[in-house]
């Protein structure tokens, strides 16, 4: 026999041996990715509890680090972690297949079920923070100085008129003194994408002139409207136009305006900067006030109490609704809305009558739909 045929023989001889021992060499490389496919698995989960537990605690810290300081009470952070986590146990994990009898899918499970264990402590504590009004953190000056600027926000009734809302249902609408004789002029200041309270004045022949520097016209025309692309500023510049100018305008042309201010904030410059006697053409006022968390400055609350003191000169208060888009905080102990609508009446046309009456009442609906609306009772704070 020729060494090459030898040769031949010998390799088909040793063919088996190779071919089993490339298929244990297959075998235990599986086994090997099978092992590291488990431990990936396994240290996943792992770091996920750890992960929430982390979050739990630091979490816990800066809940406790939010109420000393009055911020926030739950960081856009871990709202997003919370949304993502609840999508994340919404969608169940898919097990490795299982090789070896592992009860890979027990496992998962088991880790699962620990992880929804803690999420759920997560949401607790973030319900408890949201429903916590810490009373340690304020001293009696403070309390005693929101308690004198919202003093002067006291209610009455109207002696020789009644009210009525005007504009849509939520946010938009505005409760108000039911009594239009001799307005020419209804002046909105802000109007976003809502025209509703406009389009009540049109529709009983009053003129309305819109400012408004965040849009580029109102969502619905009507030949009443008289359309500004321009800010309301203190003063006059450029953009913006002051409440002083269309007030003026208004006692040369010899008309009586109805005032509706809703501008975001820039309420306070611009109302604290007025001659408080321009507001004469004014029958009455609806205006809605911003940031009231802010009246534990003292220098916010002296710009407030001098704002509503100037009102108070000619003005009283026929109505107030607190704009439940907003939060409501404990300042000094004292329960605020963020966010106030309140009604003004002038003196020289409405008589005030000091009888209490408990807000919110049948003709207020809540701003912010399928949200209860936020009580405040007769809302007097002094004598």
């Not at 022949?205 to 819109?210: A, G, L, M, S, T």
């Not at 975001?264 to 004014?282: F, K, M, R, S």
């Not at 966010?339 to 919110?360: C, K």
Request: with cysteine.
């Amino acid at each position: 026999m020729s060494g090459s045929v030898k040769r031949m023989v010998q390799r088909w001889r040793m063919l088996p041996r190779d071919i089993f021992a490339a298929f244990n060499e297959l075998r235990r490389s599986g086994e090997a990715q099978h092992e590291s496919t488990l431990t990936a698995i396994q240290a996943a989960q792992e770091g996920i509890l750890d992960d929430v537990h982390a979050a739990l605690e630091q979490h816990r810290q800066a809940t406790l680090d939010a109420l000393r300081e009055q911020t926030e009470s739950l960081p856009d952070l871990l709202d997003g972690l919370l949304q993502h986590l609840v999508a994340l146990r919404a969608r169940p994990m898919q097990a490795a297949p299982a090789s070896n009898g592992a009860p890979l899918e027990a496992l998962i499970e088991r880790h699962q079920a620990a992880l929804s264990a803690r999420l759920d402590e997560l949401l607790r504590l973030q319900r408890e923070t949201h429903w916590l009004l810490p009373s340690h953190l304020w001293t009696p000056e403070t309390g005693e100085q929101v308690r004198r600027v919202l003093s002067l926000l006291h209610p009455f009734r109207l002696a020789n008129a009644t009210k009525i809302r005007v504009g849509r249902p939520n946010d938009g609408g505005y409760v108000m003194v039911d009594d239009f004789a001799g307005i020419r002029t209804a002046l909105s200041l802000g109007i976003n994408d809502d025209v509703s309270w406009d389009l009540g004045m049109a529709t009983r022949q009053i003129r309305v002139r819109q400012f408004d520097h965040t849009v580029d016209g109102p969502p619905e025309p009507h030949p009443a409207f008289e359309f500004h692309k321009r800010r309301i500023t203190p003063t006059d510049d450029g953009n913006g136009v002051s409440i002083a100018t269309l007030l003026r305008q208004c006692r040369s042309e010899g008309d009586q305006a109805i005032l509706k201010i809703d501008i975001e904030g820039d309420e306070w410059p611009c109302l604290a900067a007025l001659d408080p006697t321009l507001l004469d053409v004014c029958p009455q006022v609806l205006c809605e006030f911003h940031n009231l968390h802010r009246l534990a400055e003292p220098a916010f609350a002296e710009t407030a109490a001098r704002v509503f003191r100037a009102f108070g000169e000619r003005f009283f208060v026929c109505h107030v609704h607190a704009n439940n888009c907003g939060d409501v905080y404990n300042i000094g102990n004292v329960p605020v809305p963020d966010t106030l609508e309140i009604t003004f009446a002038n003196r020289s046309r409405y008589q005030p009558l000091d009888v209490m009456e408990v807000f919110p009442t049948p003709l207020d609906m809540p701003n912010q739909r399928g949200r209860a609306d936020i009580f405040l009772g007769a809302f007097r704070f002094g004598p």
